[in-house]
């Protein structure tokens, strides 16, 4: 039997059956020449460059260079070549249909672990999702949960190819400051920022260097009066997840849209010394951009929420993104949810269509979420030693009839081919049943 199943094993591995839904080729040395590359680097744009790619990183880019023998070359003469584009706010290879629970791992409504759950355990690599939104440039996404609760799990950065998704697991935790979370704290936005100042304080009194001073303190005790002090806390799954954004190491992601929710977030910001926060929503962001400027604060826009849907958001304008970045802010983008994450750079150039530059809108779609995410040492710009991830478009990535020609994540390129695409072509030729013909 083992015999059968190793030819099985050996036969769909040769058809490419077992190369994961992407299709994605192996490794190997590539040139992509000819193309106008934004770097989104200090190299800047080079006209007619040549982007050689090597076990998956890149080697240089070069104006004009010249290809070495045994390199793959892809033509990119005409076309434009840009990093691959990372979403910063999605619930990709987590749900299909939201509202089917058996493919449903994005949202959680009851358990004794909340903040704590880890959204890798939950990833799918086969989702259809992530070749819906890989086929429109995107190669890498934040990825993690929605609840009821304030706190909602820890997220992670994913690229979107192969079966090992994860690029940074506890990238993130979301908080939900919103009026429709604080319906589940009491009904009042009192009971809500009291809860997450209860929280942050609960985790602070237990980060690691203060149970140590805890120690000495409670031995030294102990000697000195021949007495049994009491012993620190352990932190529990849920406060110890928080150590992370107590520490600096972990963006916390603030969901609010309302000015006076975005300037309580800050101040919670100061009050606990927190290093790296995101406000995501932020439909009014645009009214305290000085201030998210002063706070060293990034957030992430849904371009098209321009209409007062919600009393926190009367102060809603296609003109957030404009106003943010001439400001000062990083501002980032996302779609719509489920499949509509891929439409990002629609969204970005919507922005670009209301004021903001050209250079700020891509920046926000590779650069600032690699600075703010965690993971600016290996993506977010074409340079020497940087992975792979490329995308070779057929006009301007910003404008809504422009694709991809060729997408490489890690060097791997992968297929152009999604549930998506497999309708449109099921049913671009429409063949009329023979009893509805005339």
Not at 74 to 83: F, H, L, S
Not at 171 to 180: D, E, H, M, P
Not at 411 to 421: F, K, M
Request: aromatic share 6%.
């Amino acid at each position: 039997m083992k015999l059968v199943k190793s030819i099985v094993a050996a036969t769909l591995a040769v058809s490419g059956i077992l190369a994961g839904p992407a299709g994605s080729l192996s490794a190997e040395d590539i040139a992509v020449v000819g193309g106008k590359t934004h770097t989104m680097g200090s190299d800047g744009i080079v006209e007619n460059a040549t982007v050689l790619i090597k076990d998956g990183k890149i080697v240089s880019v070069t104006a004009g260079g010249a290809v070495p023998e045994g390199y793959r070359v892809i033509d990119a003469k005409g076309k434009i070549v840009t990093p691959g584009l990372m979403n910063p706010a999605t619930t990709l290879g987590l749900n299909y249909v939201p509202s089917w629970a058996d493919n449903n791992d994005a949202s959680f409504s009851k358990g004794k672990i909340t903040t704590g759950l880890d959204v890798t355990w939950a990833l799918n690599p086969d989702n259809v999702r992530i070749p819906i939104a890989r086929v429109e440039g995107l190669t890498r996404a934040v990825t993690g949960f929605t609840s009821a609760y304030p706190f909602s799990g820890q997220g992670a950065v994913i690229h979107l190819n192969g079966d090992d998704l994860v690029s940074r697991s506890k990238a993130y935790i979301r908080l939900n400051v919103t009026g429709r979370t604080a319906g589940s704290t009491g009904g009042s936005r009192a009971a809500l920022w009291q809860t997450v100042v209860d929280t942050l304080s609960k985790a602070q009194k237990s980060l690691p260097k203060e149970e140590m001073k805890a120690d000495k303190k409670r031995k030294k005790k102990k000697k000195k009066k021949g007495a049994k002090a009491a012993a620190p806390k352990k932190a529990d799954a849920n406060t110890k997840a928080l150590h992370g954004v107590l520490k600096g190491e972990t963006t916390l992601v603030v969901q609010a849209h309302e000015k006076h929710d975005i300037l309580r977030a800050l101040k919670i910001k100061k009050m606990f010394d927190l290093k790296k926060m995101v406000i995501y929503g932020a439909s009014e962001a645009w009214r305290v951009a000085d201030q998210l400027v002063k706070a060293d604060v990034s957030v992430v826009i849904r371009v098209h929420d321009n209409l007062p849907s919600s009393f926190e958001r009367l102060g809603a304008t296609l003109k957030n993104g404009a106003r943010l970045s001439k400001a000062g802010v990083k501002v980032m983008f996302t779609g719509n949810g489920g499949d509509n994450f891929r439409l990002m750079p629609q969204h970005a150039g919507n922005a670009v269509a209301n004021g903001m530059s050209w250079e700020e809108a891509m920046k926000g779609m590779t650069v600032y979420p690699a600075e703010v995410y965690g993971i600016s040492d290996r993506y977010g710009t074409l340079s020497a030693g940087m992975d792979a991830d490329v995308v070779v478009w057929n006009g301007d990535p910003l404008e809504v009839m422009t694709s991809p020609d060729a997408i490489l994540i890690r060097g791997e390129q992968v297929s152009l081919t999604s549930r998506q695409t497999k309708l449109r072509d099921r049913y671009k030729e429409l063949v009329a049943n023979p009893a509805y013909r005339k």
